[in-house]
Antibody, heavy 122, light 113 residues
Framework: EVQLVESGGGLVQPGESLRLSCAAS????????MHWVRQAPGKGLVWVSR????????AYADSVKGRFTISRDNAKSMLYLQMHSLRTEDTALYYC???????????????WGQGTTVTVSS | DIILTQSPLSLPVTPGEPASISCKSS???????????LDWYLQKPGQSPQLLIH???SRASGVPDRFSGSGSGTDFTLRISRVEAEDVGVYYC??????????FGQGTKLEIK
């Protein structure tokens, strides 16, 4: 079964750091682009970051650029999001997502995890 | 950044009746290589979003054929030919650009009358 399982969320104070993890299974992780998308309580979806299959290319939303770092370990089928200088506005459910883009063809963001909750509050 | 504007934001529908959601982009979503990556996602209550439609009109695996997508350039539409109770939730359009950032519409909440 194709699956993404996020972990690492929690309650932190403003200015602190947190690292989210996403364990992938059921597919060849190293072949896929991966994303993080977040959803603040009661709000819509917001794209956060993307990484290419070999980890050499990354992109970020302006709101997190310079504070968040996306990375991956293909040997372990793991995706990460290192978050520094957290702000109250970073409070959200963070989803790990598989992007089905392969060999020049795009098929959508076809696999979503259940999300891990990050709460930034003093 | 590209802005996607959905309408309506709330959509009450009688079961068996059709429904449609509009997604308008602030600029053309046509990529330089001739593709348009405009997707539709459904977030059912208490669940993660799921892919319905990619690249304007291609249904994802397992999506019923009562769902269809259309459009081009800056105007896109998701249609449900006959709404069923299981279709309730929030529908989002999303554009996958050549160069990030990716953006989502605000979401349209479909409810059963």
């Amino acid at each position: 079964e194709v699956q993404l399982v996020e972990s690492g969320g929690g309650l932190v104070q403003p200015g602190e750091s947190l690292r989210l993890s996403c364990a992938a299974s059921g597919f060849t992780f190293s072949n896929f682009w991966m994303h993080w998308v977040r959803q603040a309580p009661g709000k819509g979806l917001v794209w956060v970051s993307r990484i290419n299959p070999d980890g050499s290319g990354t992109a970020y939303a302006d709101s997190v650029k310079g504070r968040f770092t996306i990375s991956r370990d293909n040997a372990k089928s793991m995706l990460y999001l290192q978050m520094h200088s957290l702000r109250t506005e970073d409070t959200a459910l963070y989803y790990c997502i598989r992007d089905s883009f392969q060999l020049g063809t795009y098929y959508g963001m076809d696999v979503w995890g259940q999300g891990t909750t990050v709460t930034v509050s003093s | 950044d590209i802005i996607l504007t959905q309408s309506p934001l709330s959509l009450p529908v009688t079961p068996g009746e059709p429904a449609s959601i509009s997604c308008k982009s602030s600029q053309s979503l046509l990529h330089s290589y001739g593709k348009t990556h405009l997707d539709w996602y459904l977030q059912k209550p208490g669940q993660s979003p799921q892919l319905l439609i990619h690249s304007i009109s291609s249904r994802a695996s397992g999506v019923p054929d009562r769902f269809s997508g259309s459009g081009s350039g800056t105007d896109f539409t998701l249609r449900i030919s006959r709404v069923e109770a299981e279709d309730v939730g929030v529908y989002y359009c999303m554009q996958a650009p050549e160069t990030p950032p990716y953006t989502f519409g605000q979401g349209t909440k479909l409810e059963i009358k």
